[in-house]
């Protein structure tokens, strides 16, 4: 048996959260493999050192200098040693990494240190070997991670270790260029390491017992969910349920590596465990979980027999590719078709310069915008296995007086997304799981 367990950044906190770590990796022997993020907040309003080391990053592009922030990072690793009672050579290690940081002038790079050094201090904590990602967790020029070189490269590391700790969130391109993943990266970096190894579950430990029904800064004590399928937590994460990063599941999926998440503060409970839909026993629920975000941009296109003029879609698809512009949902009618775009994507001008051009492509007899909706989607596998799951859902959003922007329902029948005004967003949410998860009182 085989587990690679990953740890976040709360968990990694300081000396003392650290020990935690080190006594639930020993407190099982199958626990073979550790991936680490940088260390976290230690409190509300405490800074974390990846976010240091971006303020850190600025000042270098700046003076040419590391500067107070990385001062802040220094006593964070001094205290975290400090606390261990290691006997480790920290001063050193910082001092070059100071040089580093100053010679490479690279964001990725500077970026990457949080995880680097509590690599380091984690497998001298475990007196355990430490696997520099640099050299296994390889990427191409664009940023993409090469999956079949990465688990090549790492599975033959493993071979000659027994045991192992694996810097998370970063590696290298060809060329040895440090590149990270998106924030969050380094729970892709433990499916990584999971697939590579062949592991048999991916335990994913953080600072919450797992993945809850709904939003608890809007919804009261939301439910747990003690069991998902990947292609649910997918969509879940994708909108927004932030417990894991929304690409990790990708290495595991395709091995049929489990995941579990459990809470380094509470050790016992459950957690949530994420299997392939072939081992997921659905059971009674019919929505397993509801996520939303906020400020998406919908642009609605209207035209009488759209229908039937062929290559309709592809010129506006063009526009949109012209400008680099990702669309989430595209919802469509007979004459009608929606095309629904985070707001972010959204620079200065781009949407005019979008509008006019699809009105030169296609001459539609209507354009609208709204700007500021919210998008919410109701997942859960059981939705197709139960009528009358939109008639609840809508009624339930009607009762709360709120008016519909849109509707998309996944062709996998997994989720529906429902588009609101943003204002309306926590109203909706709060009907949305009232409906499905009825209070018991
Ligand atoms: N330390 C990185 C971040 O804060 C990556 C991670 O923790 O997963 O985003």
Redesign the pocket.
């Known amino acids: 048996m085989i587990k690679v367990c990953k740890f976040?950044?709360t968990s990694m906190a300081d000396g003392i959260t650290m020990r935690r770590v080190a006594k639930i990796v020993e407190s099982d022997p199958s626990r073979r493999y550790v991936v680490v993020?940088?260390p976290?907040k230690r409190f509300s309003g405490d800074s974390?050192?990846?976010?240091l080391l971006y303020e850190t990053d600025r000042c270098v592009r700046e003076t040419g200098k590391c500067g107070e922030e990385f001062e802040k990072v220094r006593e964070r690793f001094r205290a975290i040693v400090r606390e261990l009672g290691l006997d480790f050579d920290v001063e050193t290690l910082l001092r070059e990494t100071k040089e580093e940081i100053e010679r490479e002038k690279s964001t990725e790079f500077t970026?990457s240190r949080?995880?680097y050094l509590s690599g380091r201090l984690m497998a001298e904590l475990l007196g355990i070997p430490f696997l520099d990602a640099r050299e296994y967790v390889k990427f191409d020029e664009g940023g993409r991670l090469l999956e079949k070189r990465t688990f090549s490269l790492l599975a033959s590391a493993l071979k000659n270790n027994e045991r192992a700790v694996l810097a998370?969130?970063y590696g290298a391109d060809e060329q040895g260029k440090v590149r990270?993943?998106?924030?969050?990266?380094?729970?892709i970096?433990g499916a990584v390491l999971a697939r590579a190894a062949g592991a048999d579950l991916y335990e994913n430990w953080t600072d919450v017992s797992g993945f809850l029904a709904c939003d608890p800064r809007v919804v009261d004590n939301p439910a747990p969910i003690r069991a998902l399928s990947y292609r649910e937590l997918r969509e879940l994460s994708y909108m927004g349920a932030n417990v894991l990063?929304s690409e990790s599941i990708f290495p595991v999926r395709e091995a049929n590596i489990p995941i579990r998440i459990k809470n380094t503060f509470r050790p016992d409970d459950e957690g949530t465990e994420i299997l392939p839909s072939s081992e997921y026993r659905f059971g009674e629920k019919i929505v397993t979980g509801i996520a939303g975000k906020k400020d998406f941009t919908v642009v609605f296109v209207e035209k009488s027999l759209m229908n039937q003029e062929i290559g309709f879609a592809r010129k506006i698809l063009t526009v949109l590719e012209r400008h680099a512009v990702s669309f989430e949902h595209m919802p469509t009618g007979i004459d009608t078709m929606s095309f629904v775009i985070d707001s972010n994507e959204l620079r200065e001008g781009v949407l005019e310069a979008v509008l006019r051009e699809i009105e030169e492509a296609v001459h539609p007899d209507q354009m609208r915008v709204f700007d500021d909706v919210a998008l919410i989607a109701v997942v859960g596998h059981g939705m197709s296995r139960n009528v009358g799951t939109s008639a609840r859902l809508f009624q339930a959003i009607a009762r709360a007086g709120v008016n519909v922007r849109m509707i998309d329902q996944g062709s996998s029948e997994l989720n529906i997304i429902v588009g609101v005004d943003n204002e309306n967003y926590e109203r909706t949410l709060r009907a949305v799981y009232e409906a499905f998860f009825p209070s018991e009182t």
């Open positions: 976040g950044g993020s940088a976290g974390k050192i990846t976010d970026a949080g995880e998370g969130f990270t993943f998106s924030r969050g990266g380094s729970d970096s990063h």
